[in-house]
């Protein structure tokens, strides 16, 4: 079956601090990636996003991702956080034969303190 | 550009009654999905449209249809109301669909009663 896995519901960094979100997929195509943030009462903001290439992606806002096809994974980090990357945030997983249809992890909350 | 708006953002229906969402795409975007995404299920696929037509579907009842127009607005109608179907509804456009990049809305936060 095909399903995205974030191990980790809630997350607490400390203002600076390095982070790194966990992500998990297994899915039966070759598989395009995506990391999501959502802020309260917001929708969702891509990231960054894998389709082939060079395994490590850059994205918006200092985040960058690796792509390790032999774990399947698909952790997205930052080497210093800032208070306002407190959001929930998603992992998700497409491909070429399912068109726009994502499938979703569901999330991981960021809470940064000072 | 603006980004993708939904109407309503919040809604309050009861059981057994029907209810239409509306999105409205970036201008130029001909692909719309919608998602639902609930606490407990998390951020699911409903539907996505192209050019007036269903090209995607995902596994929902077929109490959840929509259309798109042919200026790419989509609505998506949800009848007979379930206390199960009350969720934050999310609507997403992109160029043409496939796997161009997604810009999702808002929302529109549906409570069932």
């Known amino acids: 079956a095909q399903s995205v896995t974030q191990p980790d519901i809630h997350i607490t960094v400390s203002e600076g601090a390095s982070l790194e979100l966990r992500c998990n997929y297994s899915?039966?195509?070759?598989?395009?990636l995506f990391w999501y943030v959502q802020s309260p009462g917001q929708g969702l903001q891509l990231l960054l996003k894998?389709?082939?290439?060079?395994?490590l992606v850059q994205g918006i806002k200092g985040f960058e991702a690796e792509f390790k096809r032999s774990q399947s994974s698909f952790n997205l980090r930052k080497p210093s956080v800032h208070w306002s990357d407190a959001a929930e945030y998603f992992c998700?997983?497409?491909?070429?034969?399912?068109?726009?249809?994502?499938?979703f992890g569901k999330g991981t909350t960021l809470s940064v303190s000072s | 550009k603006a980004g993708v708006t939904q109407t309503p953002r919040y809604l309050i229906k009861t059981r057994g009654q029907q209810v239409t969402l509306s999105c409205s795409p970036i201008?130029?975007?001909?692909?719309v999905s919608w998602y639902q995404q609930t606490p407990g299920q998390g951020l699911q696929f409903l539907f996505e449209?192209?050019?007036?037509?269903?090209?995607n579907k995902g596994n929902f009842p077929g109490r959840f249809s929509g259309r798109q127009f042919s200026n790419s607005r989509s609505e998506m109608n949800v009848s007979t109301l379930e206390l199960g179907d009350s969720a934050l509804y999310l609507c997403?456009?992109?160029?043409?669909?496939?796997?161009?990049?997604?810009?999702f809305g808002p929302g529109t936060r549906l409570t069932v009663l």
């Open positions: 997403a456009s992109s160029l043409a669909g496939d796997t161009d990049t997604q810009y």
């Open positions: 449209y192209f050019s007036e037509t269903q090209r």
């Open positions: 201008s130029g975007h001909r692909s």
């Open positions: 899915y039966g195509a070759t598989p395009y």
């Open positions: 894998y389709f082939s290439g060079d395994t």
């Open positions: 998700a997983v497409g491909a070429r034969q399912a068109g726009t249809a994502l499938i």
